[in-house]
């Protein structure tokens, strides 16, 4: 048999403790896939008396985790630390430049320094996998990476937060508020104290920065990223999506358009009927439109410890199965140097249908005032009709425009002509709708 894989763990949390658990529990099992032993040689966190829940006595500890990866003992760096600087990025470029392989969970390294460290892994031969950075256990870096090869991505989406997710499905299901769901989901720990980084989508966009340049062979480009959070959705939008036949979602979504690459992150309306708006609760989702293929949808566990650390043993595992001399496939599905720049479409230009709700002053000549705003801005309607929202006074009242396609500026100018018309009483509330099947 050949040589053990030799594992060094860096960070020892929810992760880390898992991918631990998980190498000592399934040990016999991995020996036969690999056709060699994998075992956990060096550990490093901060504290070292912390009970992790697993025995790792045999292991050698390093306070520090850079030393960690440069240490000759091992074979695999596994960075389970997190954030985009500190002690997670430089024991990473450590560990490549010394030529061992890693493996990480760490979206927000990735988004930020993702090519400069595939750069390096390329240089020196070694592996960089991470597919547990994007949408935790679904095994969706590998399906794009690997089993769709020459198809050309039209389109990726996705639900890539499941505390987002967790808070509109109970919103729907429960009726109650965004602020009732938050603060549920912080006591049961689906949401951070500070959830400012979940509900307003940069944890959607650093993931979907992956996704982009994996679909489009494009540089990752997260600062670039369009974002509305979750935030001001209110039950006024979500039963109005229901009438509608819709369902509110946070997606991300990346789109090859004429003018370029979309990427926005941003509470959508998808089709009730549609596959993706079946997905409930801390489930994520991704869904990838292709020309030979079609739509594909993976959908499974997106965070917690187990479901990550089947991901990160994963990578582990194709490590152990690789041989030397063997050639890698590229980090991001491409050689980092031919990565394209990546192409900004304006979101002015994004083309979809829209959903509009105003909250007006009940006076006549109200709604003819609305749709001349729309007809000025050739905005073609679907429905706009008169809805009965709780709360309402009689001086009051709700309407809702669904439009056909349009443009994201031609929406913008309508609604601006609208507010300095003075008819409404309220902040208007603008969704995108998003096709899907
Ligand atoms: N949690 C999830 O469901 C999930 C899902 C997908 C991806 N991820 C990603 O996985 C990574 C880890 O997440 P997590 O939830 O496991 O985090 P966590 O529970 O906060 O664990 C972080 C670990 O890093 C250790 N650490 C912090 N600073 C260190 C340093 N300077 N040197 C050595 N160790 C250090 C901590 O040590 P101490 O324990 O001693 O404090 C702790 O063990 C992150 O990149 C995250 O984005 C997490």
């Not at 993976?298 to 041989?323: E, M, Q, Y």
Request: proline residues 3%.
């Amino acid at each position: 048999m050949a040589e053990a894989l030799r594992v060094g763990i860096a960070g020892l949390g929810t992760v880390g403790a898992s991918v631990a658990r998980v190498l000592r529990d399934k040990a016999a099992e991995l020996t036969r896939q690999c056709g060699r032993d994998v075992i956990v040689t060096t550990v490093s966190a901060r504290d070292p008396k912390r009970d992790r829940g697993v025995d790792l006595s045999a292991a050698k500890w390093f306070d520090d985790p850079i030393k960690m990866a440069q240490a000759a003992d091992i074979d695999v760096f596994v960075e389970l630390i997190g954030g985009d600087e500190g002690a997670a990025r430089a024991s990473v470029k450590a560990a490549l430049e010394a030529g061992r392989h890693v493996v990480t969970a760490n979206k927000a390294l990735l988004a930020k320094h993702g090519v400069a460290l595939a750069e390096i892994a390329e240089k020196r031969g070694v592996l960089l996998n991470y597919e547990a950075a994007v949408a935790g256990g679904i095994p969706v870096i590998k399906t794009m990476r690997e089993a769709m090869a020459g198809n050309s991505v039209t389109r990726v989406f996705g639900i890539l937060n499941g505390t987002c997710n967790y808070i509109l499905t109970r919103m729907e299901a429960e009726g109650i508020s965004f602020d009732e769901c938050l603060k549920d989901a912080q006591r049961l720990g689906y949401a951070e104290a500070d959830p400012t980084f979940d509900i307003e989508g940069h944890d959607t966009a650093h993931k979907l920065s992956i996704l982009t340049s994996l679909a489009f062979g494009t540089r990752i480009a997260a600062n670039d990223i369009y974002m509305e959070g979750i935030s001001n959705i209110s039950q006024a939008d979500i039963r109005a999506a229901g009438d509608l036949g819709y369902r509110i979602k946070l997606l991300g979504v990346a789109q090859r358009t004429d003018s370029g690459i979309e990427q926005r992150v941003h509470p959508t309306m998808v089709p009730t009927a549609s596959v993706i708006a079946q997905v409930h609760g801390v489930t994520n989702a991704v869904a990838i439109d292709t020309d030979i293929l079609g739509e594909l949808l993976l959908s499974g566990p997106g965070a917690g410890g187990n479901a990550t650390a089947s991901a990160v043993v994963g990578d582990i595992a194709d490590i152990a199965k690789s041989r030397p001399g063997f050639q890698h496939g590229p980090v991001f599905g491409l050689p980092a140097k031919e990565l394209r720049p990546y192409k900004k479409a304006q979101m002015r230009s994004h083309a979809g249908g829209y959903f509009i709700r105003l909250t007006v002053h009940d006076r006549i000549g109200v709604f003819a005032a609305i749709a001349k705003r729309m007809a000025d801005n050739d905005i073609s309607l679907e429905s706009i009709v008169q809805h009965a929202v709780s709360g309402e006074t009689d001086a009051q009242k709700t309407v809702i425009l669904v439009t056909h396609e349009t443009t994201e500026a031609a929406v913008r100018k309508a609604v601006d002509g609208i507010t300095k018309d003075g008819h409404l009483t309220d902040k208007p509330q603008v969704i995108r709708i998003e096709r899907a099947g």
